[in-house]
């Protein structure tokens, strides 16, 4: 067969999440053909991309099973043509590489899989005793087909340092880094109004409880919370009874882009975060970001430029940050946060992925 193009393959494309933005914006700038384990109408938008698009539906209708379901689609999954270039994006994606003919084999690795690695404890802790076994089962069946996979690729990407020390530490690799693209040309500055915004997932690693509980000690401050999530319920009752803390729910794009271009700054404070799209997007639309200490956002926003790190006692520190960061201050810090979104655009991204293609 004749080798032609490229070819991106993609774990799943169920929510508008960060890796699946990057693997929309690599398909655009590379012309890719796209193979993802599964595609739900709740993500991107696949049908501006000019290359061919298939859907494994590698999703198991168990529960639980998610990861050996993908694995098992990838692993089965034979191209009708052959690739100059075959980039692999997720978890279970690599294991498709030994079906795959291709010149050179990329792994964009935005973090080895945590319930393997660094955080087996922390899941195994969280399950029943039928489900811890069943997850050693997984990962005994797993890890070994994997690390074959991945120990295959001709390059080994990753989305920042800070991934890039959990790659060497869990798998003995050497990664480069590649950040994640953002389209700084979509988010614009539309004034200021009189709210701060906090974008995240509401899922207990990205602690937007400790923000709701900071702004109820703080209700001349108002903040408007525009996601979704499993703690969404929880928190919701946590912040009833004060008028300042509001709730949208997941926004489209316009929605999205009109909140953050009118909000004072942002707040983004996860705990271990692989790099984290959000600080760019509120710095692209000159907003500061009061972000987290330690992990991705460290690699980002600059502290005391951009935005502020808080960290430790985490609710009595945001409470400063955000007197710290008043109107006046956020918008001395735009030209600063605009500059700085601009080292992480999409076009820079295609460039830098690009060079290893070669």
């Excluded at 494309?13 to 384990?37: M, P, T």
């Excluded at 005793?129 to 295959?152: D, G, H, I, M, T």
């Excluded at 509120?282 to 960290?311: F, Q, R, W």
């Amino acid at each position: 067969m004749k080798s032609k193009g490229v070819l991106t393959l993609h774990d799943l494309f169920l929510i508008k999440g960060g890796g699946e933005r990057l693997v929309h914006s690599l398909c655009q700038g590379l012309s890719s053909d796209l193979v993802a384990g599964s595609i739900s109408d709740a993500s991107f938008d696949l049908s501006d991309l000019s290359g061919e698009v298939i859907d494994l539906n590698g999703l198991s209708g168990v529960p639980g099973v998610k990861t050996w379901s993908l694995a098992r689609a990838f692993k089965r999954f034979h191209p009708q043509k052959a690739y100059e270039h075959a980039i692999y994006s997720g978890v279970a994606s690599p294991l498709a590489l030994r079906h795959i003919q291709a010149q050179k084999h990329l792994f964009y690795c935005h973090t080895p899989p945590r319930f393997v690695y660094d955080k087996f404890e922390h899941y195994s802790g969280q399950l029943s005793w039928p489900a811890k076994q069943a997850l050693k089962w997984l990962n005994a069946w797993f890890k070994p087909q994997y690390e074959q996979a991945v120990r295959q690729m001709d390059v080994v990407l990753t989305n920042s340092e800070y991934v890039k020390k959990r790659i060497k530490n869990c798998l003995d690799l050497d990664a480069e880094v590649v950040y994640p693209p953002c389209d700084t040309s979509k988010f614009q500055w539309k004034g200021q109004g009189d709210y701060y915004v906090s974008l995240a997932r509401l899922d207990g690693l990205k602690r937007v409880s400790a923000i709701v509980n900071a702004f109820k000690q703080m209700p001349d401050k108002k903040l408007i919370i525009a996601s979704g999530g499993e703690q969404s319920a929880a928190l919701k009752k946590a912040a009833a009874g004060f008028d300042n803390i509001q709730f949208t729910g997941w926004l489209n794009d316009e929605q999205l882009l009109d909140l953050l271009g009118g909000c004072i700054a942002s707040l983004y404070v996860p705990e271990d975060e692989d790099f984290g799209m959000t600080p760019v997007e509120s710095m692209a639309a000159g907003k500061p970001v009061i972000c987290s200490d330690h992990g991705g956002p460290l690699e980002s926003v600059v502290n005391g430029e951009t935005g502020i790190y808080v960290g430790g006692d985490l609710v009595n520190e945001v409470i400063e940050a955000v007197h710290l960061l008043s109107p006046q201050r956020a918008q001395g810090m735009r030209l600063a946060c605009e500059a700085r979104a601009a080292e992480f655009d999409t076009r820079l991204f295609i460039q830098k992925i690009s060079q290893f293609l070669n």
